[in-house]
């Protein structure tokens, strides 16, 4: 195992070509089911569907008996071609029906061509009993971006990974992290010979790599280049009779003929996160989410950058598909969610355009939401919209007359009142200031925490999440992060700028209402960590306001009222730093000016690469967020 994951690091940190998702070309057949037009295949039986995948993929998975033994982690289960994610619904429904009330579901799923929200809406409406369960999936369903897509489902019950892109593509850069991890596969997939590029011996390969001790698959077929396959990957298979008129089936046990194996254990029960801003609040959720217990010990909470009165939730996108981009559109998706799950009052999904108030800009702009055949990087339209002028002033009549990328799903949310909802549950030891992390005298395995006012801890696992402060603190480790100043102003309402819907974007930010105020963003100033406000950025971010929006002449008429100088933790390539620096001593860090983008799919994989489950990143993606990238010795 260690072999193949050396392996994989050294060729994987190259990126990897991704094809460019797209969506399922399908048409409902004279029973009103999906038929996908590529592969003349049916996505499911005509007569029974859920039936089928009742009989082939629960039941020869032994499923819910198994379900019934005490698992102390989630019951993983991973299937190639999420299609209607029928398969899902019915292991929901059997979930809530027939498991104890304790045992949580990772369901993870591989789909090169994602259905339209549409067809996926009117293929499921074939099942009624499953309405519910299919309307919340719809509400979280992804869009079409290529990589891992994490939805919580069943109120934390189930989590959903769904992977966007071919299969052997997606696998490479799941199962460095997923090894041992996976205790059912579905093997679902159009027909072997309608679909043979999925169906090669690396995907039963990676099967049964992913395989826990005990773990089992069925797939619908019988077709003897599959059984082969299997039984060559060192799969003990055995032969069922086929659902309705189908002859046979397959279904076994991963590594049958496989020598027996530790289990993945994780040991961590404890961990103690300082700092008390976004990247703590994530970070301590998740990490209870997965039966970690935390300590959280900061300066404040909400007190420094995640203190803001407002904040813009959108993401950073590139006119190619750099790392950033491609982490900046999974963790866009991944936050939105996340903020509508857990904290719904104070996140205000109302959308967020970006005005291309220059020529270059609105070149930038067409780049970026044109489709790859155009030279474009080809993002899905439900992540991002390029809006002609006109379209752009469709969004709001008192917009200046430029066109705009939108984000439909963006928005803004309350920063404080997100973070302190987040830490509820936590209790958080304030006022106490970290001023050095090394090495425990006493036993070199664990981490000395020296305080500001004298104090000593001696912790197995520290995660530093303290924004601004990790500068200083990791200056002895040799790791170079750079903090950058910012001042936000917050202005009264007008009555015309109180009937903006959504958050416009420029050199600046500009939020819709809140309490009668809007909150104008934000300065940016390399060189300085000091909070005394200034009159001066005071003007420029009303200047740019009033400059970049001309010729609307309303942003003349704002009077400000507040301002707020925090400081930015930022990294030399824009990612956030996440990952474990030193064993037992882990970082989140490096937010930049996305904080609120970029923090929960940060803590949701850092929270799955310390209690070693499947991460919600691609392996190559995670590889350039570690803290080793920022060392300069
Ligand atoms: C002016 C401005 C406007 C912004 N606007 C937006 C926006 O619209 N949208 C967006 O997504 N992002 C925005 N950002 C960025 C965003 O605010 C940050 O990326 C994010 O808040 C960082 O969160 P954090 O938890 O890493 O750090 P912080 O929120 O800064 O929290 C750090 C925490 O650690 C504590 N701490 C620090 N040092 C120590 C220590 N030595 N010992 C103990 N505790 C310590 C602090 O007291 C604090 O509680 C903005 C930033 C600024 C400055
Ligand atoms: C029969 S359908 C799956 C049905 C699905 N499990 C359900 O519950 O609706 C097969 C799915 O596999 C997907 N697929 C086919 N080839 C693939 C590949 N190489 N990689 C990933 N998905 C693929 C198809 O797009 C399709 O959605």
């Not at 994989?8 to 998702?21: E, H, K, L, Y």
């Not at 596969?185 to 027909?191: I, M, P, S, V």
């Not at 664990?446 to 603190?473: H, N, P």
């Not at 009222?561 to 930015?568: E, Q, V």
Request: glycine share 8%.
């Amino acid at each position: 195992m260690l072999l193949h994951y050396c392996l994989f690091t050294i060729t994987q940190t190259r990126d990897c070509p991704v094809s460019a998702p797209t969506h399922a070309q399908v048409t409902f057949n004279e029973f009103g089911l999906p038929v996908a037009t590529a592969f003349g295949d049916i996505y499911f039986n005509n007569e029974n569907g859920l039936a089928e995948t009742n009989y082939v993929f629960l039941q020869h998975n032994d499923l819910p008996a198994r379900w019934q033994t005490d698992y102390v982690r989630p019951f993983v289960i991973a299937e190639s071609g999420f299609g209607t994610g029928l398969n899902l619904l019915a292991c929901w429904q059997l979930l809530l029906e027939q498991a104890p009330a304790e045992l949580k579901l990772h369901f993870i799923s591989f789909e090169k061509y994602p259905l339209r929200p549409d067809d996926l809406r009117r293929a499921l409406a074939a099942f009624p009993q499953l309405s519910d369960l299919a309307a919340e999936l719809l509400a979280v369903y992804p869009p079409a971006e290529p990589g891992c897509h994490r939805r919580i489902l069943a109120q934390g019950r189930i989590v959903l990974d769904l992977w966007v892109g071919a299969i052997d593509e997606q696998i490479a850069a799941w199962l460095p992290h997923s090894e041992q991890q996976v205790d059912a596969w579905f093997l679902d997939g159009f027909a072997p010979d309608k679909n043979p590029d999925m169906w090669q011996p690396e995907l039963y390969e990676a099967m049964v790599q992913s395989a826990a001790p005990g773990a089992t698959f069925a797939t619908f077929t019988a077709a003897g280049k599959v059984r082969r396959g299997l039984l060559q990957a060192g799969v003990n298979v055995q032969k069922a009779k086929g659902f309705g008129v189908k002859r046979e089936m397959l279904f076994g046990e991963l590594r049958g003929a496989i020598a027996p194996h530790a289990p993945v254990t994780n040991n961590v029960k404890q961990v103690t996160i300082i700092g008390g801003g976004i990247a703590a609040a994530c970070l301590a959720h998740e990490l209870s989410g997965a039966g970690v217990s935390t300590e959280i010990i900061s300066c404040g909470v909400a007190d420094a950058a995640s203190g803001n009165p407002q904040g813009a939730v959108y993401p950073l996108l590139h006119a190619e598909r750099s790392p950033l981009a491609e982490y900046f559109s999974l963790a866009f998706g991944y936050a939105t969610h996340f903020y509508q799950h857990y904290t719904t009052n104070h996140w205000h999904a109302t959308g967020v355009v970006q005005l291309a108030y220059t020529e270059a800009r609105q070149q930038r702009y067409e780049k970026i939401a044109s489709a790859r055949t155009n030279g474009g990087p080809g993002y899905d339209p439900a992540m991002v919209q390029f809006r002609s002028t006109a379209a752009t002033q469709q969004l709001w009549q008192e917009l200046p007359a430029y066109p705009a990328l939108h984000y439909p799903t963006g928005g803004w949310l309350a920063p404080a009142a997100v973070v302190t909802q987040l830490f509820q549950g936590h209790k958080v030891k304030p006022s106490a200031t970290l001023t050095r992390v090394s090495r425990s005298p006493e036993d070199g395995s664990s981490w000395q925490l020296e305080f500001a006012d004298g104090q000593l801890l001696e912790r197995d696992t520290v995660i530093l999440a303290c924004g601004a402060g990790l500068k200083q603190l990791l200056h002895p480790f040799g790791l170079q992060l750079q903090n950058v100043r910012g001042q936000v102003t917050q202005v009264e309402a007008s009555a015309v700028s109180a009937q903006c819907p959504l958050v416009v974007c420029y050199k600046g930010y500009f939020t819709p209402v809140s309490q009668g105020r809007h909150c104008v963003g934000a300065t940016y100033d390399r060189d300085s960590e000091d909070l005394t406000l200034r009159p001066a950025d005071q003007q420029e971010n009303l200047g740019n306001l009033i400059d970049n929006l001309a010729p609307v002449s309303w942003p003349k008429q704002l009077r400000p009222c507040a301002d707020r100088a925090a400081i930015r933790n930022t990294t030399k390539d824009h990612l956030p730093v996440v990952g474990e620096l030193k064993p037992g001593l882990w970082l989140l860090g490096g937010l930049g000016s996305r904080g609120f983008t970029a923090a929960p799919l940060a803590a949701s994989a850092l929270t799955a690469a310390l209690v070693q489950r499947p991460l919600p990143l691609p392996a190559q993606l995670w590889q350039r967020l570690q803290p080793q990238r920022l060392c300069n010795r």
